[in-house]
């Protein structure tokens, strides 16, 4: 084993689970199993298979169709206190769960021994050697999760490094050290694991030597520095998640941890083609689990790479070491221009040659598109949130933006009921459109007027541009911008859009919230239909 890897060890399928809001279905497990797979990550953790039915049938799928190079890692507790092993009900759902490694977590906090399973630290210790003594004899390679290492040092050091060296006269290969409440801060971690291989007098360069591993909780914000404290100690596996996902504030983020790790201090994590792959996926995990891409997130996010102010824009432009700190191609990222009122020409013609436009800096439409742009801002719009728009807006300017449909009018009727005493809303949407030459008419119903008139539209499209129907809205924002005018208020909607691959922001401006929701509904339907056109061009 090269002291130069570190192996990465993902448990978004059962920690990252179990956060608030996120509820996978199996066929969801198995498409972000195949995703990292495809990444390269070695080691995925699918669940516990005697814990729930869906787990079972995790197993079981993988067993029928096995994934490419990733080692599926089933995961379940000790036995329990004052019982054989092969007797233990979860540990038989582990044997049926046919995997070649498994992750056992056992107790290191005396505390969490005498109150949370009620047995003697005696016993323990032998619920940890036992467990992993049977693993091995059925052929199993087994790697021990620490529960509340870190606690449980800190109170009893003497008791916490006998959980450990249990585990290691069961024949376990990887001890991995786990922060479960998330308290502990980077310095203490260092200490700590720099301690235990002294005490332990464990060789990491040994392979016949059990090998150290990280599991880090982001309570106090300090997951991913701990993570990298334990690996400058000598920890060769990082458990984490994709985005961070986790119970609490979350787990370790492997979409920070891994380029880190790669990047900045020279391991080797993944391959380089590999590596790229890490935004691209950290955005699909985000569309399964059906939570919101965090746009700012180090590395993979949608901003990492995104400069605003014009003099950084000339700045990139020339040099992009300037204003990043790697290329943001390595993780899969791409740059950005952002545009706004504090943008530049440099801006316009950055943010242009990502469309595919080039524009000359002299030519006189260059100035006509940002004196537009500044205008328009000064009104509300506000274009660095809706880079569709910006694109539509530039392309007219240009004369390049075709019309695809033509509307003539639209009506939009609500009405209310009363169901158990709450008042639910219901609208009935009219539009009529014009497409090559064709008059058409249509209704549609929803349970709020923007619903209703996003349906007609599509409803009305849909004969002439059948790609509508991937089309769906992620997410509607409404800002009312001078707050003082009431209910006469100008409002900014801003819509983003999705066809399942890809994302895109639309906004419109008024002092009438449906017609600012219909601006910003027509043109994210029109960019999604233009974005179909140029991908089969």
Known sequence: MSNNKVWLYDT???????????????????????????????????????????????????????????????????????????????????????????????????????????????????????????????????????????????????????????????GAQWLVFCDTNGGTLPHEISQIVAEVVTKLNLNIDDTHSPQLGIHTHNDSGTAVANALSAVLEGARMVQGTMNGYGERCGNANLCTLIPNLQLKLGFKCLEPEELTKLAPNSRLISEIVNLAPDDHAPFVGRSAFAHKGGIHVSAVARNPLTYEHIEPEAVGNERRIVISEQAGLSNILAKAKTFGIELDKNDPICREILQKLKTLESEGYQFEAAEASFELLLRSSLNQRKPLFAIKGFQVHSDISIENEIPYTHALATIKIVVDGEELLEVAEGNGPVSALDRALRKALSKFYPEIGNFYLTDYKVRILDGASGTSAKTRVLIESSNGKQRWTTLGVSTNIIDASYQAVVEGIEYGILMNVECTM
């Not at 540990?91 to 490694?101: C, D, F, G, V």
């Not at 693993?135 to 003497?158: R, T």
């Open 12 to 170: 978004t399928l059962r920690d990252g689970a179990q956060r608030e809001g996120i509820s996978l279905s199996l066929t969801d497990k198995l498409k972000i199993a195949r995703q990292l797979d495809d990444m390269g990550i070695p080691f995925i953790e699918g669940g516990w298979p005697g814990a729930n039915p869906k787990d079972v049938q995790f197993f079981l799928q993988l067993q029928e169709q096995p994934l490419k190079q990733a080692q599926i890692v089933a995961f379940c507790s000790t036995r329990r206190p004052n019982e054989l092993p092969e007797n233990d009900r979860l540990l038989k759902a582990i044997l049926q769960a046919n995997t070649q490694w498994v992750t056992i977590f056992g107790k290191s906090w005396d505390l969490h021994v005498t109150e949370g399973l009620k047995t003697s630290l005696e016993e323990n210790l032998a619920m940890i050697q036992d467990t992993i003594e049977y693993l091995k004899s059925q052929g199993k390679q087994v790697i021990y999760d620490a529960e509340h290492w870190f606690d449980g040092y800190k109170n009893n050091p003497e008791y916490a490094l006998l959980t450990l060296k249990s585990a290691i006269k069961g």
